[in-house]
């Protein structure tokens, strides 16, 4: 990771945690500020934490008729400032960024990437500075005749509309991605008694040994499945899913579909590698057999839908559910007996070709040399031979 972001990202959120625990400060003019800490010089701060004070007023300032009333610091007792909650939001967002870039390695990735803001966005985040502005401007002027002139004119001039620059916006969105969750396992595992690690998917076994971070004699067992090949019919078509041929492809597939279904109705599951895949076939399917009731897997799905598209498949339903591959509905659901009696599987789930999947997949290969030679020296030292263990062979 860069050094300056992260000295400027550490920088950022200890001034942003000064602001959140006494934001108002950050509404009372720098004049008035002064003046009120001279007032109060031998009175203890009081203890804000991370939400404005909500101190009742002092007696003085029920009224308004002494010179004491007009004070600032009766004003700022008076009313409460409350914090951005999306500032704060970024704040405890940055925390967390800083903290995991302390245990920042080659087991790690850092990607930083540059976003156009929305305009409405920005618009909002304006207006919403403006209002600030007013509002601390309104204060100053309720803090008497000499305090009033100096902070309103301060406020006022905070609360003039800001000239567009003529260049938009951008955010920033820094991102730490895990590698390899072998550094963060590996001291748990070692501090445990005894672990016992076990799934369907642990193959090969030699990646999966290094990557979760297991000891060299950690004992490695795989076991037979529990199904027989006879209960399960496999039927392959040779069709070309690539890229170019997507659009070529939906209606064979289609047409394949209905002849199953025809065949056989029941309830199915149908996977696809992409949301825009998956739409292209089922709307081409629906054009098809109109007849063949279908519900599709939409992105961002919440709670509630997710389970409302599992709840489709019922002992005695019929019908095709769509859904990506590798994504909610990959595995971790059951659906026995009549609940789902096939599926369609188009396409391989491999990861798309991407700069940023190139970059991952160089990291975890410079990782894996690393933790290789990080294993031999460490044996090298203790005086043991050289790992034998099958899990690390390869």
């Not at 200890?14 to 625990?21: F, N, Q, R, S």
């Not at 445990?192 to 950690?218: E, I, K, Q, V």
């Not at 919440?302 to 990506?324: L, N, S």
Request: glycine share 8%; hydrophobic share 40%.
């Amino acid at each position: 990771m860069p050094g300056d972001f992260l000295k400027a990202l550490t920088q950022w959120t200890g001034a942003m945690g000064d602001w959140l625990a006494e934001p108002d400060k950050a509404a009372t003019p720098p004049a008035a500020r002064q003046q009120a800490a001279r007032a109060t010089a031998t009175q203890a701060p009081e203890q804000l934490g991370l939400i404005a004070s909500d101190a009742v007023p002092l007696a003085s300032s029920t009224t308004s008729t002494t010179p004491s009333d007009s004070s600032p610091r009766s004003t700022a007792a008076s009313r409460r400032v409350e914090p951005d909650g999306e500032m704060m939001e970024a704040y405890f967002a940055a925390l967390t960024l800083t903290r995991l870039a302390e245990g920042f390695g080659d087991h790690s990735l850092f990607e930083v990437e540059l976003a156009a803001m929305n305009p409405a966005r920005q618009a909002t985040l304006t207006s919403d500075s403006s209002s600030r502005s007013g509002a601390a401007s309104a204060a100053g002027a309720e803090a008497g005749a000499a305090a009033a002139s100096a902070a309103g004119a301060e406020a006022g001039a905070a609360a003039r509309p800001r000239k567009p620059r003529g260049r938009s916006v951008r955010q920033i969105q820094p991102r730490l991605r895990c590698v390899s969750p072998a550094p963060w396992l590996a001291p748990r595992l070692r501090a445990s008694h005894a672990t016992l690690l076990f799934s369907a998917t642990l193959n090969p076994p030699a990646y999966h040994h290094r990557l979760l971070g297991l000891a060299d004699n950690a004992v490695w067992l795989s076991v037979e499945s529990p199904f027989r090949a006879t209960q399960v019919q496999v039927s392959r078509h040779r069709l070309s899913t690539r890229l170019r041929d997507r659009e070529a492809s939906c209606r064979p597939i289609a047409e394949l579909m209905a002849r199953q279904y025809q065949q056989r109705p029941g309830n199915y599951l149908a996977f696809f590698s992409s949301f825009a895949y998956l739409e292209q076939v089922a709307s081409t399917l629906q054009q098809l057999t109109p007849e063949i009731p279908q519900w599709r897997q939409t992105r961002a799905m919440t709670e509630a839908e997710r389970t409302t598209f599992i709840q489709r498949f019922t002992p005695d339903g019929q019908g095709i559910g769509f859904a990506v591959l590798g994504g909610a509905f990959g595995e971790g659901i059951d659906l026995p007996g009549s609940r789902l009696i096939g599926a369609f599987i188009a396409t391989l789930g491999l990861a798309g070709f991407s700069p940023e999947n190139e970059a991952l997949k160089q990291r975890l290969a410079l990782w894996l040399e690393s933790d290789a030679r990080r294993r031999v020296e460490r044996h090298s030292t203790d005086g043991d031979a050289a790992p034998c263990h099958p899990a690390l062979e390869g």
